[in-house]
């Protein structure tokens, strides 16, 4: 994929509005906080209460332990400003936890690079920027309490080829941990929830005056089950989950997260949400989850309350492998 310069600063109000902050503060690694999962993006984001499936690695890891069996996942999205690609592994262990590991790829595309001082259009070289999060994740029910936690490698990588006299390469490396809690109440459709996500260095290019911190985000939640799955699954059910997710700096304001999902059994399942995120990117969702045999895909849609971002608004796709 190659991008034009106005393309190329679509790409930052992209970031930008993953990641809003006050004026006199930036936000290294904001690609942490675009959806993973269409599962997850299409309850709207409130997701910190949910589990049982790879998803959680990326919302919150205590809901790796309520998985009854290993799981084989790709997650993937497209958007105006490229595309993001995660490959995650969950395998529970007996009577000592669930162990997850995952690759997250954020792809902007190539740039062309032309020569300095209007030498030309001809492109001489590209740059290709890319965004990467390698995590390690472990997961315990500890009774009424489940916990985890998910280490994650964090690097921005601008890789350039050809000519890159006057655009050299970048990296930046950093490390993060994500913290999380879920309580089910007894024997009530009730699960709490609470996270800490994004909780590491600053992400570091040039050096060290220049390091970022990361968007570090607190995360609290709900999950009820307002009508129980029936033991035939032959009747509709109904989920409703809330979030709120507040920023540990920067002037943002706390984000109220909602989602519904129903179905029948886990043959089909409904999903609708609303993330009131402080952004552009501020909106409703809608998604699909279909489940046949040891294969399960789920599909999301998200709709932006404003068309100030981009022309095109993401389309998510997760296709899950029980093992």
């Not at 949910?50 to 959680?56: F, I, K």
């Not at 709900?222 to 033991?231: D, G, I, N, S």
Request: charged content about 15%; proline content about 6%.
């Amino acid at each position: 994929m190659r991008r034009s310069r106005s393309n190329a600063l679509l790409l930052l109000v992209a970031l930008a509005a993953a990641a809003p902050v006050a004026a006199q503060s930036v936000e290294g690694g904001a690609f942490l906080l675009l959806p993973v999962g269409a599962r997850s993006t299409a309850l709207g984001q409130a997701s910190s209460a949910d589990g049982g499936t790879t998803e959680a690695v990326y919302w919150n890891p205590a809901g790796l332990a309520g998985m009854r069996h290993g799981e084989a996942a790709i997650h993937h999205y497209a958007a105006f400003f490229g595309s993001g690609d995660a490959l995650v592994l969950a395998v529970p262990v007996p009577a000592i936890g669930t162990f997850a590991f995952g690759a997250y790829i954020v792809n902007y595309g190539d740039l062309e690079v032309t020569p300095p001082g209007g030498g030309g259009t001809v492109p001489i070289g590209r740059l290709s920027p890319r965004n990467i999060a390698l995590s390690a994740s472990f997961a315990t029910d500890l009774g009424v309490l489940s916990a985890g936690i998910t280490y994650k490698l964090v690097q921005f990588r601008a890789d350039c080829s050809g000519d890159c006299t006057n655009v050299p390469s970048a990296v930046g490396t950093t490390h993060a941990v994500d913290i999380g809690v879920q309580a089910a109440l007894f024997s009530s459709p009730v699960v709490l929830a609470a996270t800490v996500r994004n909780l590491g260095f600053p992400l570091q290019v040039n050096n060290r005056a220049q390091a970022d911190p990361l968007p570090t985000r607190v995360v609290v939640g709900v999950k009820w089950q307002v009508v129980r799955p029936a033991l035939a699954g032959e009747a509709l059910d109904l989920t409703i989950l809330a979030d709120l997710e507040t920023a540990v700096q920067g002037d943002i304001q706390p984000a109220p997260l909602i989602g519904l999902e129903s179905g029948v059994g886990d043959v089909v399942r409904l999903r609708a949400g609303y993330a009131f995120v402080d952004a552009e990117a501020r909106g409703p969702s809608l998604g699909l989850g279909v489940h046949v045999g040891r294969v399960g895909v789920d599909l999301a849609r998200t709709f932006y309350a404003t068309d100030a971002i981009g022309e095109k608004e993401p389309v998510h796709i997760s296709v899950r492998l029980a093992l």
